[in-house]
């Protein structure tokens, strides 16, 4: 009971705080919804914002006003809308609002994904463009990935003798686990057999999970000291642990720095960085940076591949022709060799495809404005939350022909359109300063495992395909209700 006192009077003195502003504000910010006292909106998003707000935006226009709590937010819906916030007023657009379990990584005001876009920022950028954006030290570690898919090979080939299904999406996880492992630190941290109960899998999966969940102290900030769902303390545990594990394998790549040869990944590229520049990028960048390299690129990469997978065993046309686009390159000892597959166009055209219409991260990462900006004819305050709504723009009939239709040809032929920034009706990676800097890597992976599947092996799912439930889950990224699952037969 006095549980439930302090949390009504926090919220009514959070409002009082902060609604008092609003009022100011409002006449000059983009039209939205009316809201609920206290609330605002919330009833509005249900569980699935990036519907309802697509659907909102269709009556309150391009830039929309919504208020959570006493959170105030723009939500850009049209490729104008968000070439205004993400090319034209890109420096004022490009802080964040950093969630309430965030703050439980130690070092969080040192994290690339959280920190507002100051030289600090720059310099982590930098560092990480050092690597990321250099396809010859990618290539550098091509063999490494390539070995990651050999593991995922054999452990399909058994289950396809076993006759057992596999789940996709989880597969594609502990995969993508494995190579963002050995891109960062040469090695693998997971298997495809076991769930590994309290290691990078659940790690990885439970920050995924809880910096992705509705808080109310996020939206009341007054609440945070009480942490209500208890989500902080769960992130907490699971970045307590990321935070010895990578220490532990920092100070082991520091003692072998001394004694032999450069492995030539991620860990050391930083390192170099770190010991080379006069700058003040140290181990406690290294130490967060990896942390986010493992929560960036991780989910968002299976959960593309997995989408991919979903699509292309509803449509065997696609998936034959794509087996023949892959076959013509594979070499004779049987294998896919990375560097053959990244120009197929029928490829490319099908991870685009998957892209737009099965957004990785719906909303982008929340962008908060870091002055007092003007968005078309807006006045919009300072650290007001900006949305935009990549998942709504990628489905709308005036910039595509057929939305919902999964179909890569409108990919074929038009190479310009492309997803590094420049084509705002289509940002699975966002675009501006705080574009996804992971994209090469991204393609590679996604790539590698998507022709894997497909020309290695046919697949049968265990219901009619006209049963198969298309509808996702909203959280950071936008997953499938139900796991795929499909049993894999061997064609060699
Ligand atoms: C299919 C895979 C991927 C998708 C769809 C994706 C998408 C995104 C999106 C939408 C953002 C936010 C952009 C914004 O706020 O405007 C982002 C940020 C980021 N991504 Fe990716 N990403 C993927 C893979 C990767 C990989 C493999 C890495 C690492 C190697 C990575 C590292 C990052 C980082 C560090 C940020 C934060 C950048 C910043 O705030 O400055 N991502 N990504």
């Known amino acids: 009971m006095e549980l439930l006192f302090l949390i009504l009077s926090s919220i009514v003195f959070s409002i009082f705080l902060y609604h008092g502003f609003d009022l100011h504000r409002k006449r000059k910010m983009p039209p939205g919804p009316a809201g609920l006292p206290i609330i605002g909106n919330l009833l509005d998003l249900g569980p699935k914002p990036h519907e309802s707000l697509a659907k909102l935006s269709q009556k309150h226009g391009p830039l929309m006003t919504i208020r959570l709590g006493s959170i105030t937010s723009v939500v850009a819906s049209t490729p104008d809308a968000a070439r205004e916030i993400l090319q034209r007023k890109d420096e004022a657009c490009s802080g964040r609002i950093v969630p309430d379990a965030v703050t439980a990584l130690d070092n ?8 507002p876009p100051n030289d600090e920022w720059r310099t982590i950028r930098k560092a990480l463009n050092t690597f990321l954006t250099h396809q010859h030290k990618l290539d550098t570690l091509r063999d490494l990935r390539e070995k990651v898919v050999d593991g995922m090979l054999e452990f399909l080939e058994e289950s396809g003798k076993k006759k057992a299904s596999v789940d ?3 597969l594609a996880f502990a995969v993508a686990l494995n190579q963002m492992s050995n891109t960062c630190l040469s090695q ?25 969940k509705f808080n109310i102290a996020d939206i009341f900030p007054v609440l945070k000291p009480l942490d209500p769902q208890n989500i902080r303390r769960q992130a907490k545990a699971a970045y307590d642990w990321f935070d010895e594990v990578t220490e532990g394998f920092i100070k082991e790549r520091l003692k072998h720095r001394k004694q032999v040869e450069r492995f030539g990944d991620m860990l050391d590229s930083l390192l170099d960085y770190s010991e080379n520049n006069d700058t003040d990028f140290n181990l406690i960048h290294i130490k967060t940076l990896l942390v986010d390299l493992f929560l960036a690129g991780t989910e968002t990469s299976s959960n593309t591949t997995e989408w991919a997978m979903t699509e292309l065993l509803l449509n065997p046309d696609m998936f034959s022709r794509l087996r023949e686009e892959v076959s013509k390159i594979v070499g004779e000892n049987g294998k896919i060799q990375e560097e053959k597959i990244l120009d197929l166009p029928y490829l490319n055209a099908v991870i685009k495809e998957t892209m737009r219409l099965h957004l990785s991260v719906p909303l982008l990462v929340p962008h908060k404005t870091e002055t007092k900006v003007e968005l078309g004819k807006y006045t919009v305050p300072k650290n007001t939350q900006i949305l935009v709504n990549a998942w709504a723009i990628a489905r709308d009939a005036r910039y595509w022909k057929d939305p919902l239709m999964f179909n890569p040809e409108r990919f074929m032929g038009k190479d310009q359109l492309d997803y590094k920034g420049q084509h705002f009706e289509f940002l699975p990676f966002g675009s501006g300063r705080r574009m996804c800097p992971g994209i090469p890597l991204a393609h590679r992976v996604v790539s590698l495992m998507v022709a894997s599947f497909v020309y290695h092996f046919d697949w049968t799912l265990p219901h009619p395909k006209e049963e198969m439930d298309m509808s996702d889950i909203f959280g950071i990224t936008l997953l499938r209700s139900t796991p795929l699952l499909a049993c894999p037969i061997s064609v060699k």
């Open 108 to 115: 969080h005001e040192a994290a690339v994904l959280w920190i």
């Open 168 to 170: 996709i999406g989880k």
């Open 188 to 212: 693998n941290v997971t298997s495809y057999e076991s769930d590994d109960i309290g290691g990078f899998k659940t790690a990885v999966k439970t920050l995924m999970e809880v910096d992705g």
